[in-house]
């Protein structure tokens, strides 16, 4: 042992030296290691974060033209199944034959398809006529309905470029031009383009400008249900924030009617017997559905309203079965448990599944038994699983089959109601229904709450042996969820909730009324577009008779801003529907107002002005009516407060004894604080600029709502710029501010007074001699 003069043992002073270091290095790791659960936990979360719903739009059979048509056709039990199409070219004179050995032939002359599915408007998506004509139908619609489900889901889809937005759709045929024996003039170089699969998304990415994931699926009749599988998949690692996912089917080509009789395959009525012991095959038919998807947290930030969520999903293959094409039974009960593994649920968490159910009497059978093994054991036989096909409404939509589905029970969820299953004599005797807990949706039943989320799966099976399954929560309902809600989604501008961020606690008061006099705005891309579309929404109102202010927030905030406008404004709601009928049969009303925009990419810009656009009183009753305007006018008082001796709010509310707006030291920071609490209500109320610009008090407004300047450093600079003007640069002339062209004002000038600043086509100041 060794010593120090001051007799310190260094051996003791070395061990507790090693002792510190190694305390430090522990408490690192530990440092270290929360850090790494941390990072873990926040890992599983988004893993299983359920990914909401907040936008629907489809074109189906039986004239469904949006999730609410769809709602009200399976509602009321109405069958979509027609005589084929006649504006296709198809042979229809020799096509059909009731002898399934015929070749060539169908002995089927139904189904399920889209009327007019070659219907476009090209112009819209700045699409030539000629390469619009070379597009599959399939492309066409995917690009309408895009559009539809973003602004169903209260999105301007112009205010999407540069987003990470994926695109996620299944498609199967490929048949459009296959017709073809040579390539008529003027169509070279669009056909490889508007026929391939891959464009199919990726033509929705580059219409709108969308930077995310696109990816063309096509695992035949599972394909959309597996797209949104893929899609929640890429919301949840974060490789998109929203995520356009559905898909398509049209039927260019009878072919398939053709080769499927070859098989004897088909219900000879063309209707799918879901599940039923009449079941006789399967009944052919088209149709596009999309979904717009986010995580359920930013849907939440974002002020969106959800309509219902994906709680986990699963995708799995057959393998090797009894056949290439035949349904594997193991398999759907294995994709079913990891559908509800991936939601943390158990089975009898379930309450409903929209079946595959194509009316086979190979495949309903099989999927009955799945269900039976999967969902139908330990549950209460007083809650059994309640199994419905839309199959039997509108027939097998094939590659767009599981996201119309999805549709259907979002719809179910919201209406309360599950509907009955058409074309059922009996549930089929091939399945024996005793083996477990699941009924067949034989009549409607309603859906009413039972203390915990109501829930339904949907399922898909292809034939190529890809099977998905999609289990479905309702939307969920708390403090964080997004403000308000109707009963019917927005399709056509319905009655729709908001869709800003619901104001504070302190933010109430007139504002929050419905106002005197009620806006309805219209636009299109064309003059007869925004005809036909008023006629649309003149039908709409007279269906529903829509809360007037709330029909017009959401023809405000859910749609987007096209070039061809309409304004219909008026305190009556007879009046308002006056003035659409008008601009609908494209007539005069004194409530309507119509014009058009040159749209700049859709921006916005805030323009705030100089001295000279103020006037007595100006602010006064928002003062009273806007909560926020009030607060934004007293944070910039505040700010003020340091640099002047007056009372900002007196000068607004023009208090007797309050400061002169002559003086341009008040009108100066007066017009400033106006000028900020207006943009702060347009903000409030989801107006937000791309652009600002300025003049003299305007510009430094414009500094500070672009973020240059703080509040205080403007309100310094707006306050001692104009004292200096007032008491130090004043010159001995005089300003008039004349409310006339600039053509008008500078003919008529005497000698010494001249144009001084043009503030606008009616708006001219002059200085001179006073």
């Known amino acids: 042992m060794t010593t120090t003069t001051d007799g310190t043992d260094t051996a003791a002073g070395d061990q507790t030296a090693r002792l510190v270091t190694a305390l430090r290095a522990a408490l690192q790791d530990n440092e270290n290691l929360a850090v790494e659960n941390a990072r873990l936990q926040a890992e599983r979360t988004a893993a299983t974060e359920p990914v909401a719903i907040v936008g629907m739009a489809c074109r189906l059979p039986g004239g469904v033209g949006s999730p609410d048509e769809l709602w009200r056709l399976v509602a009321e039990g109405r069958d979509g199944v027609a005589g084929f199409p006649e504006d296709r070219g198809w042979p229809l004179d020799t096509l059909f034959d009731a002898d399934p050995d015929r070749a060539g032939r169908s002995y089927v002359r139904e189904g399920g398809f889209l009327r007019g599915a070659g219907d476009f408007d090209a112009d819209f998506f700045g699409i030539s006529p000629r390469e619009a004509l070379a597009m599959d139908p399939q492309q066409r619609l995917l690009l309408e309905t895009s559009w539809e489900a973003l602004e169903h889901a209260g999105i301007d889809p112009a205010r999407l470029r540069g987003t990470d937005t994926g695109v996620f759709f299944?498609?199967?045929?490929?048949?459009?031009?296959?017709?073809?024996?040579?390539?008529?003039?003027?169509?070279?170089?669009?056909?490889?383009?508007?026929?391939?699969?891959?464009?199919?998304?990726?033509?929705?990415?580059?219409?709108?400008?969308?930077?995310?994931?696109?990816?063309?699926?096509?695992t035949a009749c599972s394909s959309s249900l597996v797209a949104v599988h893929l899609a929640a998949q890429a919301l949840r690692s974060g490789e998109c924030s929203q995520a356009l996912a559905g898909g398509v089917a049209v039927m260019a080509q009878p072919s398939p009617f053709v080769e499927f009789s070859r098989q004897r395959g088909l219900a000879p009525d063309g209707r799918c017997k879901a599940f039923a012991d009449a079941a006789d095959g399967t009944g052919w038919a088209e149709g596009v559905a999309v979904l717009l998807l986010e995580r359920l947290s930013d849907a939440r930030r974002l002020g969106h309203e959800v309509l219902a969520v994906v709680r986990g999903s699963a995708v799995n293959q057959d393998g090797a079965s009894n056949g290439l094409t035949a349904p594997n039974g193991p398999a759907q009960q294995r994709v079913i448990r990891a559908a509800l593994a991936a939601a943390r649920l158990g089975p009898a968490d379930v309450d409903a599944v929209e079946g595959h159910g194509t009316g086979t009497t190979l495949g309903d059978p099989i999927e009955a038994q799945a269900l039976l093994a999967t969902y139908g054991r330990d549950r209460p036989d007083d809650r059994p699983l309640w199994l419905g096909s839309l199959k039997s409404n509108i027939g097998h939509t094939q590659s767009a089959a599981g996201a119309a589905g999805i549709i259907k029970m979002v719809q179910a969820l919201r209406h309360g109601s599950l509907p009955r299953t058409l074309h059922v004599d009996a549930p089929s005797r091939q399945v024996d229904w005793e083996a477990g807990a699941v009924r067949l949706l034989t009549e409607a039943r309603p859906w009413t709450a039972t203390g915990r989320p109501r829930r339904a799966a949907v399922s898909a099976f292809g034939v190529s042996g890809t099977n998905a399954h999609v289990i479905l929560e309702e939307a969920p309902h708390g403090p964080e969820e997004a403000s308000g809600g109707s009963e019917e989604v927005l399709d056509l501008a319905q009655d729709a909730p908001e869709r800003t961020p619901a104001?504070?606690?302190?933010?109430?008061?007139?504002?929050?009324?419905?106002?005197?006099?009620?806006?309805?705005?219209?636009?299109?891309?064309?003059a007869s577009a925004?005809?036909?579309?008023?006629?649309?929404?003149?039908?709409?109102?007279?269906?529903?008779?829509?809360?007037?202010?709330?029909?017009?927030?959401?023809?405000?905030?859910?749609?987007?801003?096209?070039?061809?406008?309409?304004?219909?404004?008026?305190?009556?709601?007879?009046?308002?529907?006056?003035?659409?009928?008008?601009?609908?049969?494209?007539?005069?009303?004194?409530?309507?107002?119509?014009?058009?925009?040159?749209?700049?990419?859709?921006?916005?810009?805030?323009?705030?002005?100089?001295?000279?656009?103020?006037?007595?009183?100006?602010?006064?009753?928002?003062?009273?009516?806007?909560?926020?305007?009030?607060?934004?006018?007293?944070?910039?008082?505040?700010?003020?407060?340091?640099?002047?001796?007056?009372?900002?709010?007196?000068?607004?509310?023009?208090?007797?004894?309050?400061?002169?707006?002559?003086?341009?030291?008040?009108?100066?920071?007066?017009?400033?604080?106006?000028?900020?609490?207006?943009?702060?209500?347009?903000?409030?109320?989801?107006?937000?600029?791309?652009?600002?610009?300025?003049?003299?008090?305007?510009?430094?407004?414009?500094?500070?709502v672009a973020g240059i300047l703080s509040l205080e450093d403007a309100a310094a600079v707006v306050a001692l710029r104009s004292q200096v003007i007032a008491r130090g640069l004043a010159g001995r002339g005089g300003m008039v501010s004349v409310a006339l062209p600039l053509e008008r004002v500078a003919g008529v000038l005497p000698a010494g007074v001249e144009v001084a600043a043009v503030n606008g086509p009616s708006s001219v100041v002059v200085a001179g001699d006073p």
């Open 530 to 704: 925004l005809r036909a579309q008023a006629g649309r929404l003149l039908a709409h109102v007279d269906a529903h008779e829509p809360d007037p202010s709330a029909f017009g927030r959401a023809l405000t905030e859910n749609r987007a801003r096209l070039s061809h406008r309409a304004v219909v404004v008026a305190d009556d709601p007879t009046e308002l529907r006056k003035g659409l009928g008008a601009l609908a049969d494209g007539a005069a009303h004194p409530a309507l107002v119509t014009g058009t925009a040159d749209l700049a990419d859709g921006d916005i810009a805030f323009v705030f002005p100089g001295q000279g656009a103020q006037w007595v009183g100006m602010g006064r009753r928002l003062l009273d009516e806007s909560p926020v305007f009030a607060r934004a006018v007293a944070e910039v008082a505040d700010a003020l407060a340091p640099y002047v001796d007056w009372s900002l709010v007196d000068v607004v509310r023009q208090v007797e004894g309050a400061a002169s707006l002559e003086r341009v030291d008040v009108v100066q920071p007066v017009s400033f604080a106006v000028m900020v609490g207006l943009a702060r209500l347009w903000e409030w109320v989801g107006v937000r600029p791309d652009a600002v610009v300025g003049h003299s008090q305007g510009e430094i407004a414009a500094a500070h």
């Open 170 to 218: 299944g498609v199967m045929y490929h048949d459009y031009a296959t017709g073809l024996g040579t390539v008529p003039e003027g169509l070279e170089g669009f056909l490889a383009t508007g026929n391939s699969g891959s464009v199919a998304s990726g033509r929705i990415a580059y219409t709108l400008g969308l930077e995310g994931p696109a990816i063309t699926v096509d």
């Open 503 to 526: 104001p504070s606690d302190d933010a109430v008061g007139p504002l929050a009324d419905i106002p005197p006099a009620v806006v309805w705005p219209v636009s299109a891309a064309s």
